[in-house]
């Protein structure tokens, strides 16, 4: 037996029915997907690690960087 909310359980009923299956089915798979052993943890560094510029500063040379960019733009529309 687990207890929820009337919110929680409302929002659930309503997410088994877009997915057409029971609200039982609905927790078993949310159960399940959270118990996978070789499932891996999510790491928010993969997002933040993206991008490795060198280590630049913007709050310091943000006008520098600014001007180098508005300068490019017009270099390449030969202007």
């Known amino acids: 037996m687990i207890v929820l909310t009337d919110n929680q359980h409302a929002l659930a009923k309503r997410r088994a029915a877009q997915q057409g299956i029971s609200l039982s089915e609905y927790i078993r798979r949310l159960v399940d997907r ?38 490019k733009y017009y270099a390449d529309k030969g202007l």
């Open 34 to 71: 959270d118990l996978e052993e070789d499932a891996p943890a999510w790491d928010p560094s993969v997002i933040f690690g993206l991008i490795d510029d060198g280590g630049s500063n913007i709050r310091e040379n943000k006008h520098q960087m600014i001007g180098e960019a508005i300068d």
